[in-house]
């Protein structure tokens, strides 16, 4: 057992060390991300813009400061993180807050969910969704407390706090994500008890939030039968299912596709796995889930050699990323209604690109210090 501080030993800057996997194959998938946006956006971009690779370029300079904040995260200290993982989560929950009140947050689709200044917009919930990760994980392995107190006392207040500015938002999916990351982490650190038991409890309770409001309704109906409402509720649905049957096994080609020509709405967000399917067939989507399987792979490796807080946090961080994927596509693949989830790495967005790096970077950092491979 290393001692605790060890926990600050110093570490090179420079280029992340430890598994290079965890970082070239989220590379390599950003940068695939990057030419579907191009490819997508090229003709709303030059519409909207004047030039056919505004949106195309934003998400390179996103990708650019990801990748920058990953190199910071990973020069931060472990011991930082446990000390301030509570003013960290605190401060996040004050940015959900924020989204609430107007001139701040910005309302769209009918809900408020970003923060704007400076001609920036920035979602607060993907924060939160890096801070809950460190918090927790440093409450559950530096208690004490087992069984159904851990659950009362950790867990579900850090839940509730969590979740309560996610509902006033109303941000359904946000805190889908946030109540299975909490849940995930239990189980690691407690078990799966509790967590089954929450579940089964609390999915009475999502429906009745869900039939609450038309718009959700309609989602949920929509993912029961699209073709009931074909061009309204279940339109994004239906032409959805139409990119991956045009796709076939190898797809149109690239920058071929037609569901990018204003069919599919949020091609290039929420639904780009869908446009990928359609332009490189099953082919492309086998290698995208291949890439996130094998990164999957190397993290638990890395989690396996870990232990206590370290074992934990690698857990944490692996499954925030993994949760939006099932997620996106869940809801792309009408496997459960859509939630508005982007995909990891991929989809069009600087704040989910932006904190999935600051995912890497950390990750990354555990790796080093607990002295993994």
């Known amino acids: 057992m290393r001692k605790e501080s060890m926990l600050s030993a110093e570490v090179p800057a420079g280029r992340p060390q430890g598994d290079p996997f965890l970082w070239i194959i989220p590379l390599l998938l950003a940068i695939f991300g990057i030419l579907m946006i191009f490819s997508l956006t090229s003709h709303t971009s030059l519409e909207e813009y004047g030039s056919p690779f505004t949106l195309g370029m934003k998400q390179v300079h996103w990708l650019l400061v990801g990748i920058a904040g990953m190199l910071v995260m990973y020069m931060i200290p472990l011991s930082f993180w446990k000390k301030a993982s509570g003013t960290i989560w605190l401060f996040s929950l004050v940015l959900l807050v924020l989204t609430l009140i107007p001139g701040i ?3 769209a689709g009918g809900a408020r969910r970003w923060i704007g ?3 920036l ?12 990760a460190v918090h927790l994980s440093r409450l559950l392995t530096t208690s004490e407390k087992r069984g159904l107190s851990a659950f009362l006392t950790i867990t579900v207040p850090v839940l509730f706090l969590s979740v309560i500015p996610l509902l006033f938002q109303p941000n359904m999916g946000g805190t889908i994500l946030i109540f299975t990351l909490s849940m995930a982490i239990h189980v690691q650190s407690r078990g799966w008890s509790w967590p089954f038991i929450a579940g089964a409890a609390g999915f009475p309770f999502f429906f009745m939030f869900i039939i609450r409001e038309g718009y959700r309704l309609r989602r949920y109906i929509a993912f029961l039968d699209p073709w009931e409402q074909p ?3 279940g339109f994004q649905v ?3 299912l139409v990119a991956f049957s045009n796709g076939g096994l190898f797809g149109v080609g690239v920058g ?7 069919y599919l709405p949020a091609a290039h967000t929420d639904y780009i796995f869908a446009t990928v399917g359609e332009e490189f067939g099953f082919i492309g989507t086998f290698f995208i889930l291949f890439f996130f399987l094998l990164w999957t792979i190397r993290a638990c490796s890395a989690y396996k050699k870990a232990e206590g807080f370290r074992a934990t946090l690698i857990w944490a961080l692996t499954v925030s990323v993994l949760i939006p994927l099932f997620i996106n596509l869940g809801g792309v693949l009408k496997l459960m209604p859509l939630t508005g989830i982007p995909l990891p790495f991929i989809s069009y967005g600087g704040s989910s690109l932006l904190f999935m790096w600051a995912k890497i970077g950390l990750l990354m950092r555990v790796c080093r210090e607990a002295s993994l491979p």
């Not at 917009?121 to 809950?132: K, M, S, T, V, Y």
């Open 117 to 119: 200044f400076a001609g």
């Open 121 to 132: 917009r920035f979602q607060p919930i993907e924060f939160l969704n890096l801070a809950l």
């Open 256 to 262: 071929k596709g037609l569901q990018k020509l204003n």
């Open 231 to 233: 061009m309204d509720s």
């Open 238 to 240: 239906i032409q959805g």
């Open 105 to 107: 947050g910005i309302k």
